[in-house]
C-alpha cells in the first residue's frame, strides 16, 4: 500500500463476513505496528455499509497491521502492511502533528512532537449543525456558511474550535441518536467533511458532546456508545476531547442537586474512558460551569491533562489573582481561560475583550478562547432572539466581522515572540 504520510489520516476498510442487528456494538480493533516497536491500537467503526479504521501514522518507515474482532470472521485477522512517508507541506498539524500534549515544563500544550501550541480558539457550540451548514448559507452571496467562518478564523490566526454539537433545541444533537444504537450513515459522513476541513485549515475542533442537562437523562453505558463511536471515527484527525459543556452546573441556585451529582460521577467516569479508549492519549479537560461555581471536580481525575476554565461574563472577567492562584498550585496542570465576556455579549465590545484575553494570558493562561454573541450560537437573522438574555440579537455574518476576533491574532503573534 501506498500514499501514506506522517501525521496524515489514512483509512482502511474492512468487509464483515456476516450482517450484524447491532453493528455499533461489534467491537473491533486495528492494531498498527510501526518503526522502533510503535504501537497503536486503533478501534475500528461502522460507516453504514462496513467497517473503517483510520490510522494516523506518527513516524516514517514501514508498518504492519492486524485485525482483531470476536464477533465477525471477516473483521478479524486481516493483515497488511504499508510505506508512510516523512510529514510535509506548511500545515503545523500535518508538519508537528495535531495531537496535542502537555509540554514537558507543564505550563503549555505542545504539538505531538513537542512544538509549542498556542491556543486561540472560538466558541461554536452548535457546530456541526444545520445551524452552520458546510454547504450553503442563508446569505446567497455566502456559498458555504462553514467554510467561510473556518477561513476567516484561520487568516485571523486562530488553532482552535470549540464544539458542543448542539440542535436547534441547545440540548442535544443527532449525536444522541447513539445512546439507543441508531446511527445515520449520511449524518457523520457530514461530519467528515466538518473536521477534515478544519484540518486543512490548521485548525482543531476540540469536540464535546452536548451541554449540562443534556446529559441528565443518559445513562453512562448510552454516553459511552456515544463517545465510543465518536472516537473510533474521528480520534485519527487532529481533535480534542472537552466531553461536555457545563458539566457540573449547579441546578438549585447553587446547590448541586442528585440529578447534578449523578452527572457529574457520570461524566469523571466516561473522561476515563475516552482517554483509555483513544490510541494517541491526546491531552484532554472537560469543560466547566462558570468559575465562581464550580466545584474543580474533574481537577485530580487521572485523565485530566489541562485545566480549562469558563471565566464568566462579568464585564471585568476574572481577577488576576484568581490565574496567578491557580498557576501557583502544586503538582502544576497546564491553565486555559476558555470562556469569558464574548464580543457582543450584553454589549461587550472588542476592548472589553483585548483586557480580559492579555490579562488572562499575562497571569498564566496558555492561551485564550473568544467567542461571539451570534457565533457560540449562530443567530440566524436580526429577529432571531433564542439568547437575547445574553444581549441584543448580532446575526452571525455580521458576528463573523466583529472587530475583536481580528485583533487577538495580534495576542498569539505578540506571546509567540517570546520563547
Not at 513537542?114 to 466558541?123: E, N, R
Not at 465518536?230 to 466531553?243: D, K, P, Q, T
Not at 492579555?358 to 454573541?373: D, E, L, M, N
Request: charged share 20%; glycine share 10%.
Amino acid at each position: 500500500m501506498s500514499g501514506f504520510i506522517q501525521w496524515r489520516v489514512a483509512t482502511l476498510t474492512f468487509t464483515p463476513a456476516a450482517a450484524h442487528e447491532h453493528p455499533l456494538d461489534v467491537a473491533m480493533t486495528a492494531e498498527f505496528t510501526g518503526p522502533g516497536g510503535a504501537v497503536l491500537r486503533v478501534p475500528a467503526f461502522y460507516d453504514g455499509a462496513g467497517w473503517q479504521a483510520r490510522v494516523t501514522p506518527t513516524l516514517p518507515g514501514e508498518w504492519r497491521y492486524r485485525t482483531v474482532c470476536a464477533e465477525d470472521a471477516g473483521l478479524d485477522g486481516q493483515r497488511g502492511s504499508f510505506t508512510v512517508r516523512p510529514a510535509e507541506g506548511d500545515n503545523p498539524l500535518y508538519r508537528h502533528g495535531g495531537f496535542l500534549r502537555v509540554s514537558e515544563n507543564r505550563r503549555h500544550l505542545a504539538y505531538a512532537d513537542g512544538a509549542p501550541f498556542f491556543w486561540l480558539g472560538d466558541t461554536w457550540w452548535f457546530c456541526p449543525s444545520h445551524l452552520m451548514p458546510f454547504d450553503g448559507a442563508n446569505r446567497p452571496e455566502i456559498p458555504s456558511m462553514y467554510r467561510a467562518l473556518i477561513d476567516r478564523r484561520a487568516a485571523q490566526g486562530f488553532s482552535v474550535v470549540q464544539w458542543a454539537f448542539l440542535g436547534s433545541s441547545g440540548v442535544g444533537g443527532r449525536y444522541a441518536d447513539l445512546y439507543t444504537g441508531t446511527f445515520n450513515a449520511a449524518y457523520w459522513a457530514e461530519v467528515d467533511r466538518y473536521v477534515a476541513y478544519a484540518n486543512d485549515a490548521g485548525i482543531i475542533p476540540v469536540i464535546g458532546l452536548g451541554f449540562h442537562h443534556g446529559l441528565d437523562i443518559p445513562t453512562l453505558d448510552e454516553l459511552w456508545r456515544a463517545w465510543r463511536y465518536v472516537v473510533a471515527r474521528y480520534g485519527a484527525y487532529a481533535v480534542g476531547w472537552l466531553i461536555c459543556g457545563e458539566y457540573n452546573l449547579a441546578s438549585n441556585e447553587g446547590d448541586y442537586t442528585e440529578t447534578d451529582l449523578a452527572r457529574i460521577e457520570r461524566v469523571l467516569a466516561l473522561g476515563q474512558r475516552i482517554k483509555d479508549h483513544d490510541p494517541y492519549r491526546r491531552a484532554m479537560t472537560v469543560h466547566p460551569w462558570w468559575h465562581g461555581g464550580d466545584r474543580r471536580q474533574a481537577w485530580t481525575q487521572p485523565w485530566y491533562d489541562f485545566i480549562m476554565l469558563q471565566g464568566g461574563h462579568g464585564k471585568s472577567g476574572p481577577a488576576a489573582e484568581f490565574y496567578r492562584a491557580i498557576y501557583a498550585d502544586d503538582p502544576a496542570l497546564p491553565l486555559l481561560e476558555a470562556e469569558t465576556t464574548y464580543e457582543g455579549i450584553f454589549g461587550f465590545d472588542d476592548a472589553v475583550v483585548r483586557r480580559n484575553a492579555y490579562k488572562a494570558v499575562q497571569s498564566g493562561s496558555f492561551g485564550f478562547t473568544y467567542g461571539a454573541h451570534g457565533l457560540w450560537y449562530p443567530t440566524q437573522s436580526e429577529q432571531d432572539d433564542k439568547f437575547k438574555e445574553w444581549g441584543d440579537p448580532i446575526p452571525w455574518w455580521k458576528a463573523m466581522d466583529l472587530p475583536g476576533a481580528a485583533q487577538l491574532q495580534h495576542l498569539r503573534r505578540c506571546y509567540e515572540m517570546v520563547d
